[in-house]
Structure formats: structure tokens, C-alpha cells
């Protein structure tokens, strides 16, 4: 049975080539809130061209087909709507990403507004004991999963 302590979190990337480190992100969002608000890097903030943007939207839905209430929304700068909404009670980040976490915190309370319960989950490792990235995938050093294909860089 799921437990949800909180009303609305929010999450954000680029989820470019997802994987498993993605994964374990957004199944921790939802795995402890009722609403999750993921906050989706514009092609500027991505540095994809035109029609990525939409195609990683597409993706992700893909990827959420089977999960709770959520929004995407387009991320225009790396703070987002964490900064603003109101509702948003927690954030959920990989461990290298709590220093920006942190960031909108102290933010949000020059704004007058709460601070954000920040759950931070350890980054996914591959088979090589080093972090799955996109970039890694990308480069067919690694598949979704953290299979080593290659030796990577």
C-alpha cells in the first residue's frame, strides 16, 4: 500500500534518454505524494534543438503511463515554479541536485513562503559502479539499466 505524506511535490530535469536513475526519482515523487509537479528543461535549458522539447515531453508521458496525478511543466530556468507555488510542500532530488534545492529554499523564504521538504534519493549506479547518465547512454557506454556496453570515458 502507498503511503502519501504530502499534497504536491515537485521534481525537475532535462529526462533526456531515461533510465533507471530517472526512474527511481519519479517513483520516489510518487511514491509519497498525492500530486507530483515535474518540471520539464526547455530545449534552451537542455540545449536540444526545436522539437526535442516535445518529443522528451512525449517520452516522459510514455514513461508515466501507469502512475499517479502529475503536470509537466516547461522549466525556463533551473529554480522553476518551486520558487512560486504555494502548494508545492516537498522536492524531490538526486543527491547531486540538493544544492540547488537548498537554493530554492532559501528563495522561497526571501519570497515569504515555506520551506520545501527536500527528499533526496542516491543517485542509480551502473554495473561499473559509476552513475547511469544520459550522457553515458548517449555514448553506448551504458544501456538504461546501468549495463556496461563499453568502457566508458
Known amino acids: 500500500m502507498q503511503v502519501t505524506h504530502y499534497k504536491k511535490v515537485a521534481v525537475g530535469g532535462s529526462f533526456d534518454v531515461l533510465h533507471e536513475g530517472h526512474r527511481a526519482l519519479l517513483d520516489k ?24 522539447y516535445e518529443k522528451r515531453k512525449r ?6 503511463e501507469h502512475e499517479g ?19 508545492i510542500d ?20 526571501k519570497r515569504g513562503l515555506g520551506v520545501l521538504e527536500i527528499l533526496s534519493v542516491p ?17 553506448g557506454e551504458i544501456d538504461r539499466e546501468g549495463r556496461v556496453l563499453s568502457e566508458r570515458k
Open 90 to 109: 516537498a522536492i524531490v532530488v538526486s543527491e547531486e541536485t540538493v544544492p540547488r534545492a537548498l537554493e530554492i529554499n532559501e528563495l522561497r523564504k
Open 29 to 52: 515523487a510518487f511514491d509519497v505524494s498525492e500530486y507530483v509537479l515535474i518540471g520539464l528543461a526547455s530545449n534552451k535549458m537542455a540545449g536540444n534543438d526545436a522539437a526535442a
Open 123 to 139: 543517485l542509480v549506479l551502473a554495473e561499473d559502479g559509476r552513475p547511469i547518465s544520459s550522457t553515458g547512454i548517449k555514448r
Open 59 to 64: 517520452g516522459l508521458e510514455d514513461f508515466l
Open 69 to 87: 496525478q502529475y503536470h509537466i511543466v516547461e522549466l525556463n530556468d533551473p529554480l522553476g515554479d518551486a520558487v512560486r507555488d504555494r502548494e
